[in-house]
């Protein structure tokens, strides 16, 4: 399986921006899929961002035009940029990968606070 890590989470004020990283112990061009979850407290995780082997992006329609997902294959690093945040962007998000086996990998999650 393979070893997610996340981090740049951290606490901002709103309208700043974070990047978040997810370095992988393997690569991550042969998969099926990688993204970013969410789940603030109280509520279900959900895909804020998601990446398909061929490149296709797709976003909640909460973080459109606001957040950015992208890879880096040299680095096994997957990212997600942040910009003009709100204080219900607030959550531990979680880093996900899918193989082409469909064998499903999670890091531990990183916590962004958002402040008003």
């Known amino acids: 399986q393979v070893q997610l890590v996340e981090s740049g989470g951290g606490v901002v004020q709103a309208g700043g921006s974070l990047r978040l990283s997810c370095a992988a112990s393997?690569?991550?061009?042969?998969?099926?899929?990688m993204g970013w979850y969410r789940q603030a407290p109280g509520k279900e995780r959900e895909l804020v961002a998601g990446?398909?082997?061929?490149?296709?992006?797709n976003y909640a329609d909460s973080v459109k035009g606001r957040f950015t997902i992208s890879r880096d294959f040299a680095e096994n690093t997957m990212y997600l940029q942040m910009n003009s945040l709100k204080p219900e962007d607030t959550a531990t998000y979680y880093c996900?990968?899918?193989?082409?086996?469909?064998?499903?990998?999670w890091g531990q999650g990183t916590q962004v606070i958002v402040s008003s």
């Open positions: 996900n990968l899918v193989r082409t086996d469909f064998t499903n990998s």
């Open positions: 393997s690569d991550i061009f042969n998969i099926n899929r």
């Open positions: 990446v398909t082997s061929g490149g296709t992006t």
